[in-house]
């Protein structure tokens, strides 16, 4: 059974950091796709960051690149997600999902960037930015 566990939720000030981890557990496969969704009250669950694990090959949102990093950290089957320069726009519940679904663009195997196409989700940690 697959299970995801989310931690490292909490509030913060705008312009600070937080990090974090997802825990995945039940998947046999080595490679898949990962990521990070957010939703804020009254409004649609949106793709914040993805990784294909056995590649590395990523993918960010728009609102947040260049201050959101996803890694994953093989041995311990965790994806973080490091939020520098936080924002009250950031405010929102933050989900992980997995798939075992990639994409294939003309350079390589990217991850999937829609919530539908993903399979397996966790209970969510709530980030707070105040301004």
């Known amino acids: 059974q697959v299970q995801l566990v989310e931690s490292g939720g909490g509030a913060v000030q705008a312009g600070g950091s937080l990090r974090l981890s997802c825990a995945a557990s039940?998947?046999?496969?080595?490679?898949?796709?990962m990521g990070w969704f957010r939703q804020a009250p009254g409004k649609e669950r949106e793709g914040v960051a993805a990784?294909?694990?056995?590649?590395?090959?990523?993918y960010y949102g728009d609102s947040v690149k260049g201050r959101f990093t996803i890694s994953h950290d093989k041995a311990k089957n965790t994806v973080y997600l490091q939020m520098n320069s936080l924002k009250p726009e950031d405010t929102a519940m933050y989900y992980c999902?997995?798939?075992?679904?990639?994409?294939?663009?003309?350079?390589?195997?990217?991850?999937?960037?829609?919530?539908?196409?993903?399979?397996?989700w966790g209970q969510g940690t709530q980030v707070t930015v105040s301004s």
């Open positions: 999902a997995a798939t075992l679904t990639t994409r294939f663009s003309g350079t390589g195997y990217v991850p999937p960037r829609r919530p539908y196409e993903y399979t397996d």
């Open positions: 039940g998947y046999t496969f080595s490679t898949t796709s």
């Open positions: 990784i294909v694990t056995g590649y590395g090959s990523t």
